[in-house]
């Protein structure tokens, strides 16, 4: 199925006002700093990156290493290694948060295991390659062996959770813009989809695991 | 066809980096060959970043005053300095194909092998082990490949077991195993894996399998063999 008839499907379901699209978040401006980072070496769009990613940072890292020093570490590591591979970041494959989030969990990864097993072999890139983010979707709903069947169960949902399911797989749009579109509450459109994936996960059977 | 897949709750712990290394590849090989999964796995990423870094997410980091105060342990000035200094910029490295021969044959081994250290492969009758050296205390991951007609007698887990096809197929109660397929296997079942025209298999398991049936109850050092 292609994005446009996706759209199409979708938009029987959800009434689509472009006005209430954006998030909080600036994508655009963390994309364009990114960007900036990577042709020009940026500092000033560095540090407008940093500002906005290494408090939160810090705070997901001081979950996962009780030890300030380390949760430091990762906040070091994961700047630098912003720094160091902008390049590498592509707008057309992601958002820049998505990347950041990679960025962080390999980083992370790579210094508990070394921490646990005192190995410095540094897998997160071999683990995560970048081609992981190269799949067009277009692509995958096509190669969807069981997307007639698939679709043919999300149709006999409720409806509310089928707009949920639709809007987030079919549309890939948000949990936050589904809430936003639907004028919902967050906290609603993920029980929704909780309760969505539970009879999926029913209806496809236990082999489809 | 591929049929069997992560579960998504693993496909979660998978994207957060949560899992040990061992079943991090096991995953990463599987995705490689299966598109759907490839996507999942890209969704889940978009999710998770956006439960981390989106505004209306971060209300749950700024209730507590404690770590409020100790965002202000690192300089941030100082480490932006620090970092920006560096002019380096990281380059790809060069993927470097590897391949591992059993018998007359050889097979190309997916790419996040490459850095791991593969022992030496260890001939068991018709089975052979080379264990990949991860370190990672009970939990053992290994190449396992049976010769065609050959087969692990019926045994069962105590733990979690993890069978990746790699190359070729394989049959038991249950139906046919092919490349890509993903068996997680936990205590309660029992499986007598049977290859006819031989396989190679990505394993990881976090105890030794026990033999159930009668003689091949002699079969201990199999049982530490393939684990």
Sequence with gaps: MGILQKSHLLSKYIKVNPCNMADKTDHVQLSQWLNAVAKTRDKQAFTGLFMFFAPKIQHIARSKFPNETQANEVVQETMSNVWRKAHLFDENKGASTTWVYTVMRNVTFDLLRKIKGNKEDNLSDDIWPIVENMQTEAEVFDDHLENKQLLSVINKLPDNQQQVVKGFYLMEMSQVQLAQQLNLPLGTIKSRLRLALAKLKVQLGEHND | ?227
Aim: glycine share 6%; charged share 20%; aromatic share 8%.
């Design chain 2, 1 to 227: 066809m591929i049929k069997h897949h992560p579960k998504f709750e693993l496909m979660l712990s998978f994207v957060k980096g949560d899992l040990p290394a061992s079943l991090s590849a096991g995953i990463t090989i599987h995705a490689g060959m299966c598109p759907v999964c490839q996507e999942q796995i890209f969704q889940l990423t978009e999710q998770m970043a956006e439960v981390s870094f989106e505004e209306d997410h971060l209300d749950k980091y700024i209730v507590d005053d404690d770590k409020k105060l100790n965002v202000s342990s690192i300089d941030f000035n100082q480490m932006i300095e620090a970092i920006t200094e560096n002019n380096e910029v990281k380059l790809e490295e060069a993927i470097i194909e590897k391949v591992i021969a059993f018998k007359n044959k050889t097979y190309k081994l997916p790419a996040i092998l490459n850095n791991m250290q593969l022992g030496k492969a260890a001939q068991f009758g018709n089975l052979a082990r080379a264990r990949i050296q991860l370190d990672e205390n009970e939990i053992h991951t290994s190449l396992l490949h049976i010769e065609p007609g050959a087969g692990v007698p019926e045994h069962k887990h105590k733990g979690f077991e993890l069978t990746l096809l790699l190359a070729g197929s394989f049959h038991d109660d249950e139906g046919v195993y092919v490349k890509g397929d993903f068996m997680m296997l936990d205590g309660s079942h029992t499986h007598q894996p049977i290859s006819k025209d031989g396989c190679l298999c990505y394993t990881v398991a976090n105890d030794a399998p026990y033999f159930t049936q009668g003689i091949n109850k002699l079969l201990n050092p199999i049982a530490s063999f393939i684990y």
